[in-house]
């Protein structure tokens, strides 16, 4: 993607959220010209972000990738040829243009975004070669709209190529092909969820056993996050966050994350739960934090790193990420996190359970 952001002075737009719900919309005048404090433009999309985060960490990657015949997709090659990504599996559409988004974002930074696919919608088998499978971490990104039909497609070259899969599927992904994603659930070793996305799996889990939960002890002048206290909320029901995950890995994901932004995340593995808290961040755009934090920890977790260092790791890219309007400006680098990781200057303390 191609990512359009317009910084908007709160006095020149308004806020309004429903008493009833989770929702507040931003609200522009009709016919009026909006002045903006900065309007900028960058490269996106969830594909490329992992794979800066993957390249900024060390690894050798490359993507999968379907571009138009345009100057957007010429942008976006050139960024990937600055950050050392190798996009030979690149492929360009004759019909549609590359995608591209428009962020307006103000008040405390979170974005709305209108969003145009564009040739990511046209991603078909054809682009899958097997050569691009044989690799140590299949990273799948958010597919788009009918290229989400070949999610099934990708995970099995991926796990006949011996590869560690790790997905971060997209809540319309989840909701038009849930049937196809639960069975592939036993194949997937990541699985990234935010808290949105977790409420379109549980559908997907629906005869499982999620609710039986005794409730997580946190030590003292610790508050237990939302999910801890509320679980998850989907049609009347509520599902504790330790029972999701454990229906999860029952399932036969190898470990399963929820993050639920400024409030942390959870991490399944190995029979045992982990607790992150969010990092202290100054806010300037929450776009790719997401990204930084699925991508980092899958990272972590395919070189062998024990979850409760791979989840810190994330906490701090993510967090990094929320510094700067873009989604990879604030993408940290090996040495950035290990120093982070390893210096005087407290970073997340992880909390544990069994699972």
Same mark, same amino acid.
């Given at each position: 993607?191609?990512?359009?952001?317009?910084?908007?002075e709160s006095a020149a737009?308004?806020r309004?959220s429903?008493l009833?719900? /989770?929702s507040?919309f931003?609200?522009l005048?009709?016919?009026r010209?909006?002045e903006?404090? /900065?309007?900028s433009?960058?490269c996106?999309g969830?594909?490329?972000?992992?794979a800066?985060?993957?390249?900024r960490l060390?690894?050798?990657?490359?993507?999968?990738?379907k571009?138009?015949d345009d100057l957007?997709?010429d942008?976006i090659l050139?960024r990937?040829?600055s950050e050392?990504?190798s996009?030979?599996?690149?492929?360009?559409?004759k /019909?549609?243009?590359?995608g591209?988004?428009?962020?307006l974002?103000?008040?405390?930074r979170n974005a709305a975004v209108?969003?145009?696919?564009g040739?990511n919608t046209h991603?078909v088998?054809?682009d899958f070669?097997? /050569?691009?499978f044989a690799?140590?971490?299949?990273?799948i990104?958010n597919?788009?709209?009918? #290229?989400?039909?070949y999610? !099934?497609?990708?995970?099995?070259?991926?796990?006949?190529?011996?590869a560690?899969?790790?997905?971060n599927?997209? !809540?319309?992904?989840l909701h038009?092909?849930?049937?196809?994603f639960?069975?592939m659930?036993?194949h997937?070793?990541? *699985?990234?969820?935010?808290?949105?996305e977790a409420l379109e799996v549980?559908p997907?889990?629906d005869?499982?056993?999620?609710?039986?939960?005794?409730?997580?002890a946190f030590?003292?002048?610790?508050?237990?996050?939302?999910?801890?206290?509320?679980g998850?909320h989907?049609?009347?029901?509520t599902i504790?966050?330790r029972?999701f995950?454990?229906?999860?890995?029952?399932?036969?994901?190898?470990t399963?994350?929820i993050?639920?932004g400024?409030?942390g995340a959870?991490?399944a593995s190995?029979g045992r739960l982990?607790?992150?808290?969010?990092?202290d961040?100054h806010?300037?755009?929450t776009?790719?934090?997401g990204?930084?934090?699925?991508?980092?920890f899958?990272?972590?977790i395919?070189?062998?790193? #024990?979850?409760d260092?791979a989840?810190r790791?994330?906490?701090?890219n993510?967090?990094?990420? *929320?510094?700067?309007v873009?989604?990879q400006?604030?993408?940290?680098?090996?040495?950035?996190?290990?120093?982070?990781l390893d210096g005087k200057k407290?970073?997340?303390?992880?909390?544990d359970w069994?699972?």
């Open positions: 993607m191609i990512d359009t952001i317009a910084i908007i737009i308004e309004m429903l009833n719900a /989770e507040s931003l609200l005048e009709e016919g010209k909006t903006a404090l /900065e309007v433009t960058h996106g969830g594909a490329i972000n992992a800066v985060a993957l390249a060390g690894h050798d990657c490359s993507v999968v990738i571009l138009g957007r997709a942008q050139a990937l040829d050392s990504v996009h030979r599996w690149a492929s360009r559409d /019909e549609l243009p590359t591209a988004s428009v962020l974002s103000s008040h405390d209108f969003t145009f696919r040739a991603l088998p054809r070669h097997d /050569e691009a690799v140590d971490l299949v990273y990104a597919l788009s709209n009918e #290229a989400a039909v999610f !099934p497609t990708i995970v099995t070259k991926a796990k006949q190529a011996g560690l899969v790790a997905a599927p997209g !809540p319309r992904q038009a092909h849930g049937d196809a639960r069975a659930l036993p997937i070793g990541i *699985l990234a969820l935010n808290r949105r549980i997907i889990l005869g499982r056993d999620c609710d039986n939960d005794t409730g997580l030590p003292h002048m610790v508050r237990p996050p939302p999910l801890a206290e509320n998850l989907h049609h009347g029901r504790s966050v029972g995950l454990r229906a999860l890995t029952a399932c036969g994901v190898g399963a994350v993050t639920d400024r409030d959870f991490a190995a982990f607790y992150c808290p969010a990092s961040a806010v300037a755009g776009a790719g934090a990204d930084a934090f699925a991508s980092t899958s990272a972590y395919a070189e062998g790193a #024990a979850p260092i989840i790791a994330a906490t701090l993510a967090a990094s990420v *929320l510094g700067h873009d989604t400006t604030g993408l940290m680098r090996r040495r950035e996190i290990a120093h982070a407290p970073t997340p303390n992880v909390i069994p699972l």
